[in-house]
């Protein structure tokens, strides 16, 4: 990777004249009631497994004046989120400081676990840690997760048995239906999970070497999880549908404020009257959160945040003394707290409020983001600052939250595909003056305008070396000058891509077998249903019956018309029905698996098997490494 240029250094220096450098409370909050750091930096389970690992963040250090190539203000969140290890926030109440933190209630009779980090692995290495540390051996009573995302329940079996769950003595609790909670759940993570993985690789930085031209931190976590394939799902078994009611847990009270349709679809606000700590889940954090996630997912309500942040404030304000989140510090004092979460409100306000008031006057969502700034009152608080969502594609998420997809430009309704448009530049400009324009833009330290115009000559000839590399030192600078995190991991990870081509991503994958077991069956045939190839499909009339052996439930399968459909009952005059349990009827996603599963007798073929001959053959796979700063092939894509 290259330096960050003299016309770089000297932006970072200007933004850092906007920030109140003198404010340095965060700096003595994410110390308070520390306890316990891991070893050498690095949380093992009993196995010496590694699940986390804050060595390649040690040249962040407090004193450290921000690197040429890091944002100012992106290299102070930094220092701040690197922290992890045990800490008491009051007492009765104990986080796990991770990026995702495991955070336990001590209450008289058990503990309450809130959120369940990653992976199983890390989640039991946390608990350890608690335990050995306090000297703490009490029960696990209830588990409860705030919301929807994998980062939050994925670590579940990590803290508790399935068995004394499925038997009712541990509770899991959780905002919304079950059912809605778990479609929601595999919606987000499963469903869309190959692509949603394949993007998070550019927008976490995954692909990045840890370094200050590299991935510092992802903003609202450290991001030194190892996450891989330990991912762990069980369905919750008591729902909380309405704001008001009350868990007595461990011997202590659990009031709830149920907060559908923010951060996640499904989401919940916790107080705990006998310790006044309150969590906002992630409808409080220190950091803007994101409106659209760039990773991908469905884009949330900015008023909602700002709705259920006030009710919060109308509920507990005057008692609340520590609010705790699941991914930064806490925040003490009453006053503290309450200015922390009317300021927040303000700022999720204020976007909606701006973003719409733009919308009404005629301009389109991506002029709208280049006026709307934050008040100083709101944008010098650090807890507002971008360091997971951003102001600018915020704005424009509250266009397509409230007005859909299209910008209000005709010549966008139906449009050329990026590639065609391209080409079609590339004949009327030419390569050459796209080249020159774009290393005349770079010496002027233009970057935005140099990688635009440079794409077209990227997506017509994606071999076209010259382009690439001049695209990729724009790229680079634009990340080096990026206070969103983000925005940084994107353009840095294009610009690693276009010089070093499609870096692979190994290890962690969408098709988690723990968690696709655990999917309700209906989400199972969804799963199914697209990954199936439309055009091959077209003229195919398959029709198979099954029986899930594990929970006694048959099903019946057919696709027509290039659409796969399941319903619950066999269908009668059906000669094929396949048996087994649910975790090896997720094999049916891979045809080789699915193969596997029969040899190994794990499923059982009742009938005639051409028609699950028939339907592997009509099955997409799903390229988990697909090209973004280039097209992609389209012979990849349906083959």
Known sequence: MKPATEITAAANQAAADYFPWSDRADFHD?????????????LRDGDGRIHYDQQPLDYITDDARAPAAVHPSLWRQSQ????????????????????????IVDAPEGLVIIDTSTGVGLARAALELFRTELGNDKPVVAVIYTHTHADHFAGVKGVVDEA??????????????????DRHAFGENVIAGNVMLRRMGYTFGGLLPQCDCGRVTMGLAAGSEKIGTDMSYLSPTDPITRTGEVRTLGGWTFEFLYAPDTEAPEEMHIWIPEIKALTCAENANHSMHNIQTIRGARTRDARNFARYLDETLVRWGDEVEVHFGPHSWPVWGNENVVAFLEGQRDMYKFIHDQALRLANQGLKPLEAAE?????DALGKKWFNRYYHGGLHHNVRAVFHKELGFWDGDPATIYPLVPEENARRHVELIGADRILEDGRKAIAAGDYRWAVQV?????????????????????YEQL??????????????????????????RGEVTADVPDVIAAMPIDLLFDYLAIRVIGDKAADVDIRV?????????????????????????????????LIGARASMAALQLP????????????????????????ASILDTFDPDFAIVSPVRRETAGD
């Open 30 to 42: 994410v110390d308070r009631g520390f306890l316990a750091g891991f070893d050498e930096g690095l």
């Open 80 to 103: 701040l989120i690197k922290r992890s290890g045990l800490y008491r926030v009051v007492d009765g109440l104990y986080q796990v400081r991770l990026g995702s933190h495991l955070t």
């Open 164 to 181: 004394d769950v499925a038997a009712g003595r541990v509770p899991i609790i959780a905002p919304g239906t079950i059912e809605s909670f």
């Open 371 to 375: 006026v709307v700034e934050l008040p």
């Open 454 to 474: 440079l794409h077209h000559l990227v997506f017509a000839d994606p071999d076209h070396t010259e382009a690439r590399e001049l695209q990729a030192d724009a």
């Open 479 to 504: 990340g080096y000058q990026a206070e969103v995190p983000q925005y940084r991991a994107i353009f840095l990870t294009a610009a690693l891509e276009l010089r070093d081509g499609i870096q692979f």
């Open 545 to 577: 019956n099954f029986t899930f052996t594990d929970c006694g439930a048959d099903w019946t399968m057919w696709v027509r018309n290039g659409v796969l459909n399941a319903r619950p009952g066999h269908a009668a005059g059906v000669g094929t029905t």
């Open 592 to 615: 080789a698996a699915a193969r596997t599963a029969i040899e190994k007798g794990d499923l059982c073929i009742d009938g005639d098997p051409a028609p699950l001959v028939a339907l």
